[in-house]
Each structure stands twice: as structure tokens, then as C-alpha cells.
């Protein structure tokens, strides 16, 4: 019998996803609409399935070189070039990797030297404050506010730095509070960066999905190119979540660190996802701005009805989250999200997983079908009056 001493004391005090459990709890349940799933509604598009499957068939079911196949890297910097102003040399400055998160993993096993601080803007994705700790760092938090819409501030962060702080983690537009960065805000925070020298760490993976105005990214600040480790990939903007497939574009000094990671632990991303995200590149742009049309109308119409019933929520800016106060209730986000799921069969994610300042939230996906959010609405609304 393996012995729980044989167990790493830094895992065994890892917390586990509180994603995880709510999706456990609703798994089972019948009839239950679900609002709490991160990844588009949409299957990935037919001629990108196409092209994975010609792979198949041509038999390119070999490794790839352990940066990527050379033909979608230059696509890669292609495409980064084009919709946001940045230029990466496809061969020595982007690592194709499994899925955003694996790039976000062997960027801070790069960067961090044992107790280094990496500051985390919350709320955020829950692996950020985990994956720090395991590349041996030390995550402090910077708690965000609603009256901000969750938005991060030059003085909020200049006050959050130590003699010790190394790197931030930003992820704009963000998970879960859908806000978005507007580039002027940006540049202030460039600002801060670069006077403490600092390292950016940007998860740029829902840049395609930004409804309201450009999209800017972090590294096509003037100066931050050279301290920026930009973080993208294919799950959302192409509805590609399960081919598990993202990039990360930094330094030349920095990818050659993450690629000894890279080639240790991965080898290769897989190939045959690989030429599916070549096509996507190639021909998907008209599928991913239908994508945000509907992801755009559906913003509209979760963000009005949650105000409508009393629960106040911003007018997120990007990604498919809303982030609607539950406050007004009086339950925190763990009691209502329960009770929502157990008397209404409606599945939303309680906002405190998501750091401290996600209480008193709950975060929402409207990346399901119109039909779907209006019946989770409609008992959402009978939810409330209830408790109101």
C-alpha cells in the first residue's frame, strides 16, 4: 500500500480545483443548465477537423521538432503580427505547447529561482497561485475591486512590490470577471513594470474575444516586448479546447530556457493538432468573428438580465464570463451557488474560488445557446426572488 508519507508535502498541501467540485456536483443531475463550463459552445470548424484528419490519413504521426512544426510557428508569427502588432521570429522567439496552461507552467519553471515572488492579480484563473508554487516561487495576491470592475492599477501594483518580486500574472481580457485592459490603462502599468524591473507574465488567450474595442496586447507596449512572456493559444477564440494546444512567444533567452523544460517533460505537442491549428490560422477568421457576434449578443443579454433582477454585474469587455454581485442575497458564493444548483438545477461557479476578492460574485458563462441562458435565467430570476 503506498503511504501518504511517499506523497510530496508540497502537492499534498496544494488545494485542489474548486471548479472541479461543482462540475462533480452537476455531472449526475439531471436537467441541470449549465453556466459554468470555460470553453466555447461551438465544435471546432469543419475545415480545421478536416485538416487534422488529412494528417491522419498522409500518416504524419511522427514527433514534431520540440518548438513545433517551423510551418505553424511562422503562421503563428504571422498571425500575432498582423491582429496585434507584435513580431516574434518563428524560430527561436515561440514554443508550441499543450494547451495555454502547460505554456504558463514552463514560463514561471523558467524565470523563478527558489522563493521568488510572483504577484497574482485576483480574481483570476485558479491554476495561476498553484503553478507558482510548484515551479518553487512564492504567489502574492493583489485583490481587486468591483468598483473597478476588477480592473488592476498602476498604484495597486507599484504597493504590492517587494525587494523579492520577480514577475506579475495578468490575464486581460480576464477569467472570470471578463475585463478588459484598455491600453492606455496598460501603459501606466508598463510603467511600473519596467521602473522595478520586473518580468510579464500575459495570458492573452481570450484576445479574440474582445467586443467593445481593439485589443491590445501587453508586449506591444513600447519597452515591455523584451520582458513580456505572452501567453496565447487555439481553446477559445477557435473552439479548440480539446485539442489542447496553445503558444508562447517570449525572448529568445527566455524560450531557450522554457524549450529544456519543454523538451523534458512534453517533447512535442501533438502533430495532429498541430496542422489543425495551421488551417485554423489559415482559413478560420471568418468563423472566430461569427463566434464573437454571438458571444457578444449573449454578453448583452446575461449582463442586462442579471441587472435587471438586482444582482449588479459590469459590462464585461471580453471573454465569455459575466461576474453578477450575489451580495444583496445575503449567502456567500459558496452557499448560493449550492442552493441555485440544488433547488433550480442551474450551475454557476462561487466567485471566492477565484481568490479572495471573488466573494460576494459568482462567475457565469454565456458561452452556451441563447435558449440555454434564457432558461437558466428565468430560474435564476425565481432563485432570487426568493431570497431576496
Not at 452537476?26 to 459554468?36: C, H, I, P, Q
Not at 480574481?123 to 476588477?150: D, H, M, W
Not at 493538432?273 to 458571444?295: F, H
Request: glycine fraction near 6%; include cysteine.
Amino acid at each position: 500500500m503506498i503511504q501518504t508519507s511517499f506523497v510530496s508535502k508540497t502537492i499534498a498541501d496544494l488545494k485542489p480545483s474548486g471548479i472541479r467540485r461543482f462540475f462533480d456536483l452537476a455531472v449526475n443531475m439531471e436537467g441541470v443548465v449549465s453556466l459554468g463550463v470555460g470553453e466555447p459552445d461551438f465544435v471546432t470548424s469543419w475545415n480545421v477537423r478536416e485538416a487534422a484528419i488529412l494528417s491522419l490519413e498522409e500518416g504524419r504521426t511522427s514527433y514534431t521538432a520540440n518548438a513545433g512544426l517551423l510551418e505553424l510557428r511562422q503562421e503563428i508569427a504571422s498571425y500575432m503580427r498582423k491582429r496585434f502588432a507584435v513580431s516574434y521570429q518563428p524560430e527561436s522567439q515561440i514554443i508550441v505547447t499543450v494547451g495555454g496552461s502547460q505554456a504558463i507552467d514552463i514560463a514561471l519553471r523558467a524565470i523563478l529561482n527558489p522563493g521568488e515572488e510572483v504577484l497574482v492579480v485576483e480574481p483570476c484563473f485558479v491554476a495561476y497561485s498553484p503553478l507558482v508554487t510548484l515551479a518553487g516561487g512564492v504567489a502574492k495576491t493583489i485583490q481587486t475591486v468591483r468598483e473597478n470592475e476588477f480592473k488592476l492599477t498602476a498604484t495597486e501594483l507599484e504597493e504590492a512590490i517587494t525587494p523579492n518580486t520577480k514577475a506579475i500574472i495578468m490575464c486581460s481580457p480576464n477569467n472570470p470577471t471578463g475585463t478588459q485592459l484598455r491600453k492606455e490603462e496598460l501603459i501606466e502599468i508598463a510603467k511600473i513594470v519596467k521602473k522595478h524591473n520586473l518580468v510579464v507574465i500575459s495570458d492573452e488567450i481570450y484576445a479574440e474575444l474582445a467586443y467593445d474595442e481593439d485589443f491590445t496586447s501587453v508586449a506591444a507596449i513600447d519597452g515591455m516586448m523584451d520582458r513580456t512572456i505572452l501567453i496565447n493559444g487555439f481553446s477559445k477564440g477557435f473552439a479548440m479546447t480539446g485539442w489542447r494546444l496553445g503558444f508562447v512567444c517570449a525572448p529568445k533567452e527566455i524560450t531557450e530556457a522554457m524549450l529544456k523544460i519543454h523538451q523534458y517533460t512534453m517533447m512535442c505537442a501533438s502533430t495532429m493538432a498541430q496542422y489543425a491549428a495551421l488551417e485554423a490560422l489559415r482559413s478560420g477568421m471568418n468563423d472566430v468573428e461569427e463566434m464573437r457576434k454571438s458571444y457578444r449578443q449573449r454578453r448583452n443579454y446575461i449582463v442586462k438580465s442579471f441587472n435587471e433582477m438586482g444582482l449588479d454585474c459590469h459590462n464585461p469587455g471580453g471573454a465569455f464570463y459575466a461576474f453578477p454581485s450575489i451580495e444583496r442575497t445575503g449567502m456567500s458564493s459558496q452557499e448560493f451557488a449550492e442552493k441555485l444548483l440544488f433547488e433550480e438545477k442551474v450551475a454557476v461557479i462561487p466567485g471566492n474560488v477565484f481568490g479572495e476578492s471573488g466573494e460576494g460574485h459568482i462567475r457565469c458563462s454565456y458561452a452556451s445557446s441563447l435558449e440555454q441562458l434564457q432558461e437558466a435565467i428565468k430560474r435564476m430570476s425565481r432563485f432570487v426572488e426568493k431570497y431576496k
